[in-house]
């Protein structure tokens, strides 16, 4: 299974990267926590902006985008992952546990609750259509397109078999929009080009010229394998033990991440073959799991020391069982 790890600045490598499936962002956080990690959050926007720039060219609108962060890092930079056009689709919390605290803190001097979770922030990019005039979101084009058929959107619940749920799911244009799955994808297109006005069709047909019928809607839908028993909060020990990289018993990387979890974003939102980035590869946990999982990691680390220990551990460590 292949892989690409480089000593660069992601932002110079992007271009030579096949297109992911997934992209794990495990960048600065806005705390000084270690080298080259800014010690406030008011600079994380302009850090991230020119990456989600390159990330949104790049994407497929499957592709499913991790965004790891202290609560208020992910909160100032949320707003311009949302301008690059990623869907917010969850936060998920990793909590580490009483233990994590260990004694190192005095709540009556920091006069506040000890922290001692992060955030790992599931988006999804946008998908577009492109009709003769403009662009739309799939919400509107769904919409556009049963309206120019001519039948009622009351119909579209016939076409479905339900006694309302199309109408105000698939055809609605407020927050209660919830994407078709293929197979009700299908169905309204059938029902469109069947009982629709002749002199407009075909319906639900992208500019390429192909009436995308259930195939082809399930494209532009990213992959989530569900596992029962996991919620957002994620209740997983911080590091230690044999997986915690040290050097004369000094951590080495003070974010580095359980390959537990990271295996777990991987796994639910990608299937073996697909592409993972991780452009900022630190110790590379996101690619180590990814080859664990037969999927194939496009990594960059910009600190040549960071990667050159994140490179032997990928060379000669030991898979985790994930």
């Known amino acids: 299974m292949g892989h690409i790890l480089v000593n660069s600045d992601a932002l110079e490598v992007y271009s030579s990267w096949e297109s992911p499936k997934v992209i794990i962002s495990d960048g600065p956080y806005g705390v000084g926590g270690y080298e080259g990690d800014p010690k406030t959050v008011d600079s994380l926007p302009d850090f991230y902006r020119p990456h989600l720039k390159i ?3 790049r994407s497929e609108s499957h592709t499913v985008l991790w965004f790891w962060n202290t609560e208020l890092g992910w909160a100032t930079v949320h707003p311009t992952i949302k301008d690059h056009g990623w869907i917010y689709h969850g936060c998920n919390i990793w909590d580490k546990g009483l233990a994590h605290i260990a004694g190192n803190c005095n709540g009556k001097t920091m006069r506040q609750f000890p922290v001692v979770t992060e955030v790992c922030v599931m988006y999804v990019r946008q998908p577009f259509f492109k009709p003769i005039k403009g662009e739309m979101t799939a ?3 769904l919409r556009s397109e049963w309206k120019r058929s001519g039948l009622p959107l009351s119909f579209a619940n016939r076409a479905c078999g339900v006694k309302n749920a199309a109408t105000r799911k698939y055809l609605t244009l407020d927050h209660c929009f919830y994407p078709p799955p293929p197979e009700i994808f299908d169905k309204l297109s059938t029902y469109a080009n069947t009982f629709g006005d002749k002199k407009g069709r075909p319906y639900f047909q992208v500019p390429e010229g192909i009436n995308l019928g259930e195939k082809g809607w399930d494209r532009y839908w990213y992959t989530f394998n569900f596992e029962y028993g996991v919620s957002n909060v994620w209740n997983e020990p911080a590091l230690h033990g044999s997986e915690r ?12 991440k ?3 979890l990271m295996s777990r974003i991987i796994k639910s939102t ?12 630190g110790l590379f946990s996101a690619s180590l799991a990814s080859l664990s999982l037969g999927r194939r990691p496009f990594a960059a680390e910009i600190n040549p020391a960071y990667f050159k220990l994140g490179k032997s551990r990928i060379e000669t460590e030991t898979l985790f069982p994930v």
């Open 55 to 57: 990330w949104s060219e």
């Open 139 to 141: 919400q509107q084009w």
């Open 245 to 256: 990289m040290k050097i004369d018993n000094k951590v080495v990387h003070l974010n580095q």
């Open 258 to 260: 359980p390959l537990k």
């Open 270 to 281: 990608s299937n073996p073959g697909d592409v993972v980035w991780e452009p900022f590869g």
